[in-house]
């Protein structure tokens, strides 16, 4: 309790000195909020490489199998974010399940708006798919922007029917819905710790420019509900997208799709990025792994 507490607080209060107008500077600022965030694993290595213009990270536990792979989609509201950032999370999710992960690092806006993070992320997953990876066993995974972006290029790539889609996709607190019009935003804006609604309609204008909000491949939840891989989100009941995830489900569920949704109570955006303090956070990242572990057969 005392943790959670002094998480939230910390959040909170770094939240409010924020210039989210500064990009450059937020993107600063979460590099280093993060730099120090432990991975407790020694028996994990690391590999730097890139895929043309793309900087990726392999994630790579000790006795993981060899082939099977979590592709992972950094949160950063599109903005920032990198394969960093988020190297301490994703190691926790692929020790769990016991499968490699792969980061990269997508374009951002403003200097790229949409459809750019897309375009990044099919190039990325084309890749894996033409060096020896099966679609079967690859899992989409992503947290906040990365979730939305991650449910957007699947729902892209079975669109332009570009390949097979990958065996299930994990969604930590996934960002489905940039019209501005979620309930929560509001009910909850005094409520999410991390997460300023302000920012959150300049993080969309960045990104996404003079395009329709509603845009299958910009807000995922307005997309057609067929053919997607099984499904599993977390999302806690405080936190200004939690509707997102609640509409997501629902609609899904309505067109028959394979989801499970987890709701945690009185947490913050993406806790389990904060492993290392919150046991919450441990459990969470537990139930990912067990969860991609379990398909990914």
């Known amino acids: 309790m005392l943790a959670k507490y002094l998480i939230k607080s910390t959040v909170n209060k770094l939240r409010k000195q924020a210039d989210y107008t500064d990009i450059p500077k937020a993107r600063l600022g979460m590099e280093l909020a993060t730099a120090l965030s432990p991975t407790f694993h020694e028996s994990v290595e690391y590999k730097q490489f890139k895929i043309e213009h793309i900087n990726?990270?392999?994630?790579?536990?000790?006795k993981a199998h060899e082939k099977k792979v979590l592709l992972y989609f950094h949160g950063g509201g599109y903005a920032s974010g990198s394969v960093q950032t988020h190297k301490s999370l994703v190691t926790q999710i692929c020790k769990h399940g016991?499968?490699?992960g792969l980061l990269f690092d997508y374009?951002?806006?403003?200097?790229?708006?949409?459809?750019a993070p897309i375009e990044d992320s099919v190039k990325v997953y084309l890749w894996l798919l033409n060096n020896g990876y099966n679609a079967s066993q690859i899992a989409f995974g992503g947290d906040s922007a990365g979730g939305g972006l991650a449910?957007?290029?699947?729902?892209?790539?079975?669109?332009?029917?570009?390949a097979s889609l990958p065996k299930c996709?994990?969604?930590?607190?996934?960002?489905?819905?940039l019209t501005?019009?979620?309930e929560s935003l509001l009910k909850n804006a005094n409520t999410d710790a991390m997460i300023n609604i302000e920012a959150m309609d300049h993080w969309v204008n960045n990104y996404v420019g003079t395009e329709n909000r509603e845009h299958q491949y910009i807000s995922p939840l307005f997309g057609k509900m067929h053919d997607l891989p099984e499904m599993y989100i977390q999302v806690c009941k405080v936190e200004v997208l939690h509707q997102d995830s609640i509409s997501f489900y629902n609609k899904a569920k309505e067109h028959g799709l394979d989801i499970?949704?987890?709701?945690?109570?009185?947490?913050?955006?993406?806790?389990?990025a904060f492993w290392p303090i919150l046991k919450e956070g441990r459990e969470a990242n537990e139930k990912l792994g067990k969860y991609i572990k379990d398909k990914l057969k």
């Open 260 to 272: 499970k949704l987890e709701e945690y109570g009185d947490l913050l955006h993406v806790w389990q």
């Open 56 to 62: 990726c990270k392999w994630v790579l536990p000790d």
């Open 98 to 100: 016991n499968v490699n």
């Open 151 to 162: 449910m957007a290029t699947l729902m892209y790539i079975r669109d332009h029917q570009l």
């Open 169 to 177: 996709y994990i969604g930590l607190s996934p960002w489905m819905d």
């Open 107 to 115: 374009r951002l806006s403003p200097e790229h708006q949409f459809p």
């Open 180 to 182: 501005g019009n979620s």
